[in-house]
């Protein structure tokens, strides 16, 4: 790490210490032989879209690695996640019991599916929604309950279900970060009603873009891929209200370059989470949030609380780290009942959230961060600490 002085960063008009980004996207790259290999399949066959084989391919093999019976792609994981809430909410009841301290879209999704979010406490350890913090909002206008695994380690997936168990509500996972990851020995893809999955560049499994739903529900697969097409199901008839929000041949082929790659990705995950574990255990008012690795874990996410002695706040922390040429973001922050939306929301005393909302951030991580980029990165993060009371006067600009 080359700055010696708190005038040396980037924001007091210092070199970056990266002269191109560094981000907290996946963006990984499968072996292009075997991606154009896929695409040849389906090149050959002459078909694109519509379900060929090469798309067919993909969901058994989906379906194969998360260890259940249904697997159905979508065009992207915000269709796949709109069509199942819309499947899966009680008839009559609008609202889904679900995190605010989330994915930024994800109310967005629940808007499109016509249905009300009601936003529930995470757990201040899992950062996630449980059981605990879920029950106290469902009532006899619960439609849905929305499991969202958090980016690292995964929700309480038992509890969660015990709780759709004892009240009757479905549970949908939106399981995108936790695509590879194991709970309590079980892999995820096979929990509650169904899970979404996302296969956008930015997440471990790079279709360019897609996703997909997992689900060992017969009358849901069939219905889910009815939707998908237009509402017709297999009979030809057009018997619901549908989209055209299919998976196309060549982001199937992507989907299967990355899938037959994902061992080595996560191999290299855990390198570049193990760097970063050794270089910030020494690093003071910065904590790294550990993967738990009695699980499965695709060590894809580097997410870092700042503690009570860190000397600047986490959105000048951000903004510092931006400057030079690291692309960190605050962690779900701000917690979606705090945005402007056009419609309607439900929530009470979110205190937990917004205090939580302040504390963490996304350090660099996946394919373009190398373990060389880790150290300096730590280095900075030190230096920071080291030269806090400075940049605290200074401000960060
Ligand atoms: C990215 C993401 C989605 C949406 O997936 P797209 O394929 O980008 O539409 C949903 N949920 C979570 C948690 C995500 O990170």
């Known amino acids: 790490m080359q700055k010696q002085k708190a005038d040396d960063l980037a924001c007091y008009g210092g070199q970056p210490l990266f002269d191109s980004i560094r981000s907290i996207s996946n963006l990984v790259r499968p072996d292009i032989e075997t991606f154009l290999a896929y695409s040849k399949q389906f090149f050959e066959n002459g078909q694109f879209t519509d379900h060929g084989v090469v798309e067919a391919l993909h969901e058994r093999r989906l379906a194969e690695f998360h260890g259940v019976r249904h697997c159905v792609s979508f065009c992207g994981g915000f269709w796949g996640l709109v069509m199942t809430m819309k499947s899966l909410a009680l008839p009559g009841r609008r609202e889904v019991v679900m995190p605010s301290l989330t994915y930024r879209r994800l109310a967005d999704i629940v808007a ?46 038992d509890g969660l279900e015990a709780l759709s168990e004892r009240t009757g509500v479905p549970l949908l996972f939106d399981a995108v970060e936790s695509v590879y990851e ?33 689900t060992n529900d017969d009358a849901l697969a069939e219905r889910l891929r009815a939707l998908r097409d237009y509402g017709v199901d297999e009979s030809g008839q057009m018997t619901m209200p549908g989209l055209g929000v299919r998976q196309n041949e060549m982001h199937a082929a992507m989907a299967l370059a990355a899938l037959d790659d994902v ?20 690093v003071p008012g910065v904590r790294l949030r550990e993967f738990d690795e009695s699980e499965r874990c695709g060590f894809k996410n580097i997410l870092v609380e700042l503690l009570e002695d860190w000397p600047i706040s986490r959105d000048d922390t951000v903004k510092l780290l931006n400057s030079e040429k690291m ?39 996946g394919y373009f961060v190398s373990e060389a980029d880790i150290e300096q990165i730590v280095g900075l993060l030190a230096f920071i600490y080291q030269n806090g009371a400075e940049i605290r006067a200074r401000g960060v600009r």
């Open 112 to 157: 499109w599916a016509g249905l009300t979010p009601h936003f529930c406490e995470v757990d201040p350890e899992l950062l996630c929604i449980t059981a605990e913090t879920a029950a106290p909002h469902i009532n006899e206008h619960t439609a849905l309950i929305l499991g969202v695994h958090p980016i690292v380690n995964c929700c309480d997936v």
């Open 263 to 282: 061992e080595r990705q996560v191999d290299d995950n855990r390198r570049r989470y193990y760097a970063y574990r050794r270089g910030l255990s020494s």
């Open 327 to 365: 692309l960190c973001r605050a962690y779900y922050s701000p917690p979606l009942h705090q945005k402007k939306t056009g419609y309607d929301m439900i929530f009470g005393d979110l205190s937990q959230t917004e205090r939580l909302a302040q504390r963490f951030m996304l350090l660099p991580c």
């Open 182 to 214: 194991s709970h309590r020995g079980r892999k995820i893809g096979a929990c509650g009603s169904a899970e979404c999955f996302s296969m956008q560049s930015s997440k471990l499994f790079n279709a360019f873009e897609g996703g997909y739903v997992t």
